[in-house]
């Protein structure tokens, strides 16, 4: 009873709803009270705008859509996301298609944004989620600079740190007229699934805190663009956690609302959080969250949290979805998983990227297992055998040594970026 006491009533929340297993009855609540808005989408519906949007059923409410005042139009699927009680702004959009990549970057460019948080890979299970909407940089075997004339402006990949859960960048943004640039952080989450949830709050928390230590959030600064496939699922996520975290600290534990402070990000941009599981998630990470001090976290406390994951073929798959676009329907629909063609596809459609296939069983491209049929067990085998095991265990070791040394690396660059960052704070 003691321990139950100790508890903020979030957590007190959490349990209650967890032990009696109501996150999708919890989820409808929320779901059932949106229904009720009654905001216009009168830009997004237009014709001349349809091919703008990647789902049919995710648009920007007129009164918070973000209105480009450069280039062929004005109108992006991206809405400002207001959280006074946080002193937050965030900008959630859909991921870019390839026709709205220049809309995409002149919108970061007059909103003077810092940074880009990207929650989502351009390839998801052989589904392209997202446009390859900065230079994948010559490492990769590509370009470092990506012009956009629409709209008169230069991306360039000046920097890349890969980490096991995400992928940090920083790029150039250039206004070709004026010769005029701005750096740009590009973080971005590597691992989470489209309507599912990251494998721990501890490593998304580390994720958060990274983006905090670089200043991306701060009032002083353009509003961050928040975006994943749809603008909605991993992106509100992300808000929610980090609006809930700070109301919390400032005004203590029991001041925050999780279900409210949903409602009021979704007056703003539609159907934020797709699943029961992402609010389920939400809870946990906020409740995890503020029991630490994210300011805090150490660049050790990050690397081992950022532990070495599995291939894409061993994580476990998201659960299935509902419909995208569900609070604006006039009945509320049940929230089990629908069969997969109820999925809505990207407008305009992108081809599937087939993924790769090999005849060759894992006994074949493995060098321990490349032993003569004849099954001939002399000397000699048995002596290549043991030689290859140890040149193995060599590349290994040898790889676990440049593993350190590049997490180390990684660990000083963004020191200097957290110092950096500090300094410019004291001299505002």
Known sequence: MEEQNDLNSIEKEFNEIDSRKLWILKYQEIMKECIKFDYTLLEAKK???????????????????????????????????????????????????????????????????????????????????????????SLHGGDDIMVLTEVGLKIENIKENEFSYYTTRILRLTEIETGSSREILHFHYTTWPDFGVPQSPTVFLSFLSLVRESGALDQNVGPPVVHCSAGIGRSGTFCLVDSCLVMMKENGCNSVNVQDVLINMRRQRMGLIQTADQLRFSYLAIIEGSKMDLEKINDNDLINANHRRTSEDEEEPPPLPPPRGESLKNTLPPL???????????????????????????????????????????????????????????????????????????????????RRSKKTKAED
């Open 336 to 418: 089990p998983p629908v069969p997969e063609n109820n999925l809505l596809p990207p407008l305009p459609c992108e081809p599937n990227v087939s993924s790769s296939s090999s005849n060759s069983s894992s006994e074949e491209s493995s060098p321990i297992h490349q032993i003569s049929e004849n099954g001939t067990q002399n000397k000699n085998t048995n002596f290549d055998l043991r030689q290859r095991k140890r040149k193995i265990e060599q590349t290994l070791t040898a790889e676990r040594i440049e593993e350190m040394k590049r997490k180390q690396q990684n660990a000083e660059y963004w020191n200097r970026i957290k």
């Open 47 to 137: 014709l001349k705008n349809k091919n703008l949007n990647r789902y049919r059923d995710v648009s920007p409410y007129d009164h918070s859509r973000i209105i480009l005042s450069k280039g062929p139009c004005d109108y992006i699927n991206a809405n400002l996301i207001k959280m006074e009680k946080a002193h937050r702004q965030y900008i959630l959009t859909q991921g870019p298609l390839s026709n709205t990549t220049p809309h995409f970057w002149l919108m970061v460019w007059e909103q003077n944004c810092k940074a880009v948080l990207m929650l989502n890979r351009i390839v998801e299970k052989n589904q392209v989620k997202c446009h390859q909407y900065w230079p994948i940089g």
